[in-house]
């Protein structure tokens, strides 16, 4: 039987050491404004998200009992229309160009990977 929501994602969660620190370089990557939520014990900035667009979800979230940011696990990858846009922003907001633009094939584009101020490793795509 096939199931047409097996497998999506629908949130995500960036674990930060400093949510200021956080919410400055990737204000600063996307060009967008990041608001902080205080939930006591933890703290979140959720990243926007448009009213029918494809794609999931996400916020960096402060929780040092629960989350540290690392290089291990699971790779996001955000979307771009260009990934050398945001790539170019990277080093000036304080973050770490790992992996330069680089075609993955023609069908599916284009990537790059980035070590964010607090230690996550992230991915950008672009069809171009």
């Not at 097996?6 to 956080?22: C, D, H, L, Q, Y």
């Not at 494809?54 to 699971?74: F, M, N, Q, R, V």
Request: with cysteine; aromatic share 10%.
């Amino acid at each position: 039987m096939k199931k047409d929501n097996i497998a999506t994602v629908v949130w995500f969660e960036v674990p930060v050491n400093s949510m200021t620190r956080a919410m400055a370089f990737y204000s600063e990557l996307f060009q967008i404004e990041l608001e902080v939520q205080d939930f006591g014990e933890l703290k979140m900035a959720f990243l926007p998200m448009g009213d029918g667009t494809k794609g999931a979800g996400g916020a960096l979230i402060e929780a040092s009992d629960h989350y540290t940011p690392s290089h291990e696990g699971a790779l996001i990858y955000f979307f771009c229309e260009d990934v050398d846009n945001e790539l170019s922003r990277v080093e000036d907001a304080g973050g770490e160009i790992l992996q330069q633009k680089t075609q993955i094939s023609p069908e599916y584009g284009y990537m790059a990977t980035f070590e964010d101020t607090e230690g996550n490793r992230i991915a950008l795509h672009s069809q171009k």
